[in-house]
């Protein structure tokens, strides 16, 4: 979170803009419910991959004012928290390539709108908006359609941080892929199961990001005083 150097050599921090548009911060009532859900969320970098796509949700929300924030802000944060009560070993069975098991994308779902339930009861939060994030959650990877626009905003936020720097690094890990396979397999999995334009032209943005990352002209640029670039 820091420079490793100052080539300016001075400090130009008084012109930079305390709240500036597009920097989001997380707000107290969604911080309380995090607190409860967090250790819900310690399974397969669940708990990064949420703040990352609570982050995007945000960002689509803005594009969205007759969406209400409200029961797509919760229902991002909880949205997976059912992966807990899938046995560990089993967890990354249920989305790996040429194979899955739905039977467990299905259990996490129906677990995690049970869990989420009582995180909000604990939470205090508003009873009346309940009952549709809880709708969200308990479909939101095998339902193929969108029950309404907060549950488009959450499957896209979701699908959308496949693409993220943090989504693939994750990827990678999770099967053991080259940055080149873990792009392409998001990219197959993301473009064209997306329901907001907004969605639609952050994913193909980060698409191109990550393309740009793998060509040997941008490779050659990491190349260290050996020669050798980083693998991808």
């Not at 960002?59 to 899938?86: F, K, N, R, T, Y």
């Not at 194979?99 to 009346?128: F, M, N, T």
């Not at 939101?140 to 936020?157: C, N, Q």
């Amino acid at each position: 979170m820091r420079a490793a150097a100052n080539h300016h050599g001075r400090d130009v921090a008084a012109s930079i803009e305390a709240d500036p548009e597009g920097v989001i911060a997380l707000e107290p009532r969604l911080a309380a419910i995090w607190d409860r859900a967090a250790p819900f969320l310690r399974v397969r970098d669940n708990d990064a991959h949420t703040l990352y796509a609570l982050g995007l949700a945000q960002a689509l929300l803005d594009s969205h004012p007759e969406a209400d924030a409200a029961v797509v802000l919760p229902a991002i944060m909880l949205h997976d928290v059912g992966w807990s009560q899938v046995p560990p070993d089993e967890v990354l069975q249920a989305i790996a390539p040429g194979g899955g098991r739905p039977d467990l994308v299905l259990l996490h779902e129906k677990e995690g709108a049970r869990l989420a339930a009582q995180i909000l009861a604990d939470s205090g939060y508003d009873p009346g908006k309940v009952p549709a994030i809880l709708d969200i959650i308990d479909g939101h990877d095998s339902r193929r359609e969108a029950l309404s626009i907060e549950d488009a905003i959450v499957k896209d936020a979701d699908k959308t941080w496949r693409l993220s720097p943090h989504g693939i690094d994750t990827v990678m890990d999770w099967f053991g892929l080259d940055r080149g396979q873990a792009l392409r397999l998001c990219s197959q999995r993301v473009h064209g199961h997306l329901f907001t334009a907004e969605a639609r032209t952050m994913a193909r943005a980060l698409s191109a990001l990550e393309s740009v990352t793998l060509w040997p002209q941008r490779q050659r640029l990491l190349e260290g005083p050996t020669g050798s670039a980083s693998p991808v």
